[in-house]
């Protein structure tokens, strides 16, 4: 009969782990949330760190006595970075018995999501769903800078430390996370006297070959080449900058986040890059290296991305939130919970890794973001 068990047991665990899915399950009594993100196809670094992020912060909260009394379960679906499987992702939770959902990650699937959890009336905390449609409803808040904020604050930022007075702008317009970001930047620079020398797109379907892209940077005579884009057409527009001889320094926001890895063997070609970004794995306060410290134990001495530090920060702030609600009942609804974190979402503080946090009946996030330059591998602190 042990036997048998056993070999059950073993079964159910590789099913789990084909599955494409991640549960902390802990017993019935726990409360239920719910992750979705890309851990496979493209911006699957962003998704991983996520899910590994916030999988560690349960743990954590777990080990330490739960919630209110209460123990947290912790289910994880892959979307792929696409919107119709981000929805197919959160109705597989809600059949799990999801009772909030911490996502999603990247901004078109967010937004499709959060038109259902908004029906729902399902809390919803996206560490890193950027654009302005991620929130717009009232169940739905975030850990990250939204779009305007990132590209207001990098033109802010290179006018005020005279990084370049000629910008050029490589920007996806099929994507709203980059269009969003590119828009504000654009307004922002006029105001700050910087002189945009040209701004050229590209599409999803287009996203191989930026030489006639940057060929036209080039000739612009820019100084500086804005990059409000994910990093996998970030990685390739440096190997073929590289390739041209093109003479410029380089600045992005968060989606450039997992650059590096992307360039593997070419990694020195993200040296100098810099970029907006609330968290460096080589900050010296005693919070940012506990986590890292824990991050690295748990993952195989891999070093956290910004979106990990995104997805720890958002489990502890559901933690804050929860507490103030004075939630103690697992078996709560939905719905009813969606309502009391609302306003306890208002009342809390949350000095996380990313930064100390608040917010209002916006959704927004109040914190300020740090610059980060590359050098050798790593992220260092402007």
Request: proline share 2%; hydrophobic share 45%; net charge negative.
């Amino acid at each position: 009969m042990k036997k048998c068990m056993a070999i059950l047991m073993a079964a159910l665990m590789t099913v789990l782990a084909l599955s494409g899915c991640t549960a902390t399950q802990v017993d019935e009594n726990a409360l239920v949330i719910g992750g979705i993100g890309p851990v496979t196809g493209v911006a699957a670094a962003y998704g991983q760190g996520v899910k590994n992020g916030a999988t560690l912060a349960v743990e954590e909260i777990n080990a330490a006595g739960g919630v209110n009394g209460l123990q947290l379960a912790f289910h994880f679906e892959d979307d792929e970075h696409d919107a119709e499987k981000a929805v197919n992702a959160y109705n597989t939770l809600k059949d799990k018995g999801i009772q909030l959902l911490m996502g999603t990650v990247t901004s078109v699937p967010c937004v499709a999501v959060a038109a259902k959890t908004a029906e729902d009336n399902m809390f919803q905390l996206t560490p890193s769903g950027s654009s302005v449609e991620c929130i717009k409803n009232d169940n739905a808040f975030r850990i990250c800078f939204s779009d305007p904020n990132q590209g207001a604050a990098s033109a802010e930022y290179i006018a005020e430390h005279q990084l370049a007075s000629k910008v050029a702008v490589i920007y996806n317009s099929s994507d709203v996370y980059s269009q969003g970001i590119y828009e504000t930047f654009a307004a922002e620079a006029a105001a700050r006297n910087l002189t945009i020398t040209t701004a050229e797109a590209f599409t999803d379907d287009s996203a191989t070959d930026f030489t006639v892209q940057l060929q036209k940077v080039k000739e612009s005579g820019a100084e500086l080449l804005f990059l409000p884009i994910y990093y996998e057409a970030a990685a390739l527009i440096l190997t073929q900058a590289d390739n041209m001889d093109l003479d410029v320094k380089f600045f992005g926001c968060d989606g450039l986040d997992g650059i590096i890895g992307q360039l593997g063997d070419n990694a020195a070609l993200a040296d100098g890059v810099m970029l907006l970004t609330p968290f460096a794995a080589d900050a010296t306060d005693e919070k940012s290296v506990a986590f890292v410290t824990a991050y690295k134990e748990k993952y195989n001495n891999e070093i956290p991305n910004q979106f990990a530090a995104d997805a720890y920060d958002a489990i502890y702030t559901i933690k804050a939130a929860l507490e103030d609600a004075q939630v103690t009942d697992a078996t709560i609804s939905m719905s009813e919970l969606c309502e009391k974190l609302k306003v306890s979402m208002q009342n809390i503080t949350v000095a996380g890794v990313t930064g100390t946090m608040q917010w209002d009946a916006s959704g927004e996030p109040t914190k300020d973001p740090k610059a980060m330059y590359i050098e050798n591998g790593a992220y260092k602190a402007m």
